[in-house]
């Protein structure tokens, strides 16, 4: 290689890296920055599961009255598509009936045991009375303003309609982010309704980190409005340190290293992303000066 070459080919190397570099910090140089309707530094997940059964009306009453700033909550369609609120499709764990929730009319489905794992933390149980699983139409009427984070479970075109409907009924769509870590399901989501606000799917979240160290990340038009993601160390809430191998160990913090990037929280807060990371019931946003 020539000497001029050599100087293009570190000229242009150096000025990839200078404004990559700037856009980073001050990416509104380029992007503009997203209208945040509402803040939610503490998210419910499934209402604040270990404090009350998950995903029932009295564990959002609960999480609403000591001040949470948004509910999170999974959807499922029954066979009379009627949309309703609850983490699993099959209700073994959280019923002890081995059936599928879209196999049952809504009339039909069991009650939830009196005291449930939690499913995220080792050794823990939520227990309450309130044992109903609910329609996602009563959680919109109980909490008309409210902000609602809602998790598609299932590739359903007729549930991803059907929230749709119901988030435009009870005008929702300033105050309701949805998706899914699956990508078709996100996709599907924006496609139904490009209103409201959709989260990062697990692939996307991939593409983003892949993206921020190549240094592409700054200029790249993102879409999302949410990124949330769980922090690697809850795997060692799930099991016992002791039984973990050292190259599980490894991964763990691998994980950490490489995800828990405050440049990278940083670079999506200016740009108006909301990020959010959970460790246990609750999800809390990163919070940066901008």
Not at 23 to 38: A, D, V
Not at 58 to 87: N, P, R, W
Not at 128 to 152: M, S
Not at 220 to 247: A, D, G, N, W, Y
Request: aromatic content about 10%; some cysteine.
């Amino acid at each position: 290689m020539s000497s001029t070459a050599a100087f293009y080919l570190l000229s242009t190397l150096g000025g990839y890296l200078v404004t990559s570099f700037l856009l980073l910090k001050y990416p509104t140089l380029l992007h503009q920055r997203k209208k945040q309707r509402f803040l939610g530094k503490h998210i419910s997940h499934r209402g604040g599961a270990g404090e009350n059964l998950e995903n029932t009306m009295a564990a959002f009453q609960h999480a609403v009255k000591i001040g949470t700033d948004m509910l999170e909550l999974d959807c499922h369609i029954t066979k009379d598509e009627q949309v309703v609120v609850s983490h699993d499709e099959n209700l073994k764990r959280a019923t002890g009936i081995n059936v599928n929730i879209s196999d049952l009319k809504y009339c039909e489905l069991p009650p939830y045991l009196g005291k449930l794992d939690v499913s995220f933390q080792r050794a823990c149980q939520c227990e309450g009375k309130d044992n109903r699983i609910p329609l996602l139409k009563e959680v919109f009427e109980a909490f008309p303003n409210t902000p609602i984070n809602i998790d598609i479970k299932v590739n359903n075109n007729v549930l991803i309609k059907k929230v749709s409907e119901l988030v435009k009924e009870y005008n929702r769509e300033h105050i309701t982010v949805w998706g899914n870590a699956s990508y078709e399901i996100v996709e599907k989501c924006y496609k139904e309704n490009s209103d409201i606000p959709i989260l990062f799917s697990l692939q996307r979240v991939l593409l983003i980190l892949g993206l921020f160290f190549t240094g592409l990340l700054p200029f790249v038009p993102i879409r999302e409005q949410f990124f949330e993601i769980p922090m690697p160390s809850i795997i060692l809430k799930l099991k016992e340190p002791h039984t973990m191998s050292r190259s599980q160990k490894f991964l763990i913090w691998l994980s950490d290293v490489l995800l828990m990037r405050k440049a990278l929280f940083d670079h999506l807060t200016a740009r108006g992303i909301q990020v959010s990371f959970w460790n246990d019931a609750f999800w809390k946003q990163h919070s940066s000066p901008v």
